[in-house]
């Protein structure tokens, strides 16, 4: 962090560990704090302790998990009523559908983990990549480590492992597979508008 804060960094994100003494050290630089979280509990209290925005973490996304935890959609629709922060939808989004369903929920960003560690630009090793491309989410040990909580800090993909077919760069997957693909979802439910915009809701 304090290299971060050295090199002007202005956009961080604490997750779990002493987030509000870190996220006070941010906002005393300049930099804006984002805190990422799996609850909605947390999510008020790094409000309460002046984080700029939040990410929430659904239950079908990796890394460490709540017993409280909720599912995406419960998260951000009841975040969008609680917080007047912006909100960042994460858990098992991997593609337009996905991308648009967060907005509409009441996310003013989506972000992804599962869905770009397939792309060229990702640092993931081959045969991670490979791992998730290959992944069945239907698989039953896969299914519950996600939802049993029994990833024990097992490496493994999030439900968004489902949208992944093929190693792309950066620049396909959010200009095609999200952009676009978004653009031509709208479009076949009759939007015919410059702007989808979901903040005033």
Known sequence: ?????????KFCTTSAYQSNILGKKLKDSGSNWAHKCTTLNHATSAEKAGADAVTIVG???TGYKNPYQNTTLVNITMAKKMLKIPIIAAGG???ARG?????AMGADAICFGTAIIPTIESLASQLWKKK?????ISDPKFYKK???????DSPIASMAAGH????VSIKEFIE???INKAEQILKSWGYNGNEFNTTNF
């Open 1 to 9: 962090m304090d290299i971060a804060i050295e090199y002007g960094v």
């Open 59 to 61: 239950i079908e996304g």
């Open 93 to 95: 989004i991997g593609d």
């Open 99 to 103: 991308f648009l369903s967060a907005l």
């Open 132 to 136: 998730v491309i290959n992944q069945d």
């Open 146 to 152: 996600i939802y049993h909580h029994e990833l024990r």
């Open 164 to 167: 992944c077919h093929k190693i």
């Open 176 to 178: 095609e597979k999200i």
